[in-house]
Nanobody, 125 residues
């Protein structure tokens, strides 16, 4: 059974950092493009970042560019999202997703085949 889980959420103060992981069981993340999405209360789910499974091409939403970094750890079969300089508006449930099209770095939900259950990130003093 293919499964994604996202450990690493929590409460952090504004200006702080948090590292999210996307871990897979039942398949190897190397061959998939991986995206991170988030959904704040009352808002639609939005694409935050993605990394292709081919050449490591990355994408960041303007709202997180320069603060978030996506990376792979193939030995651990995980993809990380390092989040620095966090702001209250980053508060959301964060989801990772896998796209069987390794060449892609999709920004839309429909492009992804598998989803994690989400992890809460709260930025508050």
């Amino acid at each position: 059974q293919l499964k994604l889980v996202e450990p690493g959420g929590g409460l952090v103060q504004p200006g702080g950092s948090l590292r999210l992981s996307c871990a897979a069981s039942g398949f190897t993340l190397d061959y998939y493009a991986i995206g991170w999405f988030r959904q704040a209360p009352g808002k639609e789910r939005e694409g935050v970042s993605c990394i292709s499974g081919s050449d490591g091409t990355t994408y960041y939403a303007d709202s997180v560019k320069g603060r978030f970094t996506i990376s792979r750890d193939n030995a651990k079969n995980t993809v990380q999202l390092q989040m620095n300089s966090l702001k209250p508006e980053d508060t959301a449930v964060y989801y990772c997703a896998a796209d069987q099209n390794a060449l892609a770095c999709g920004r839309q939900m429909y492009e992804y085949d598998y989803w994690g259950q989400g992890t809460q990130v709260t930025v508050s003093s």
